[in-house]
């Protein structure tokens, strides 16, 4: 078994229930189990304390994703589906 699939599936499986529930795309699975394991640590950092804690106290930007530039051609529908959806994003901090 790969390395990083077996470091993937290790750090997602958890014996307790989480206070909060964070869902994962087969998408982001796809992009997660190819990352270096140094940010594959970034990663499951944010999601323990996510399931945790929520977002509170956790380092980083929690953005609307209605905030889309204004020359991109598809912003209208962008935003409308961003404010329809109530789409957020968060850029997980980390030291480079």
């Given at each position: 078994?790969?390395?990083?699939?077996?470091?993937?599936?290790?750090?997602?499986?958890?014996?307790?229930?989480?206070?909060?529930?964070?869902?994962?795309?087969?998408?982001?699975?796809?992009?997660?189990?190819?990352?270096?394991?140094?940010?594959?640590?970034?990663?499951?950092a944010?999601?323990?304390?996510?399931?945790?804690?929520?977002?509170?106290?956790?380092?980083?930007?929690?953005?609307?994703?209605?905030?889309?530039?204004?020359?991109?051609?598809?912003?209208?529908?962008?935003?409308?589906?961003?404010?329809q959806?109530?789409?957020?994003?968060?850029?997980?901090?980390?030291?480079s």
């Open positions: 078994m790969d390395e990083r699939i077996q470091r993937a599936e290790i750090n997602l499986s958890n014996t307790t229930a989480p206070r909060y529930l964070l869902e994962i795309s087969n998408h982001f699975s796809k992009i997660y189990i190819n990352l270096p394991l140094n940010e594959i640590a970034i990663v499951d944010f999601i323990n304390h996510y399931e945790n804690k929520g977002l509170q106290g956790l380092p980083g930007r929690n953005k609307a994703s209605t905030d889309v530039k204004t020359n991109d051609p598809q912003f209208a529908s962008k935003v409308q589906a961003a404010k959806l109530k789409l957020w994003h968060y850029h997980i901090a980390r030291k």
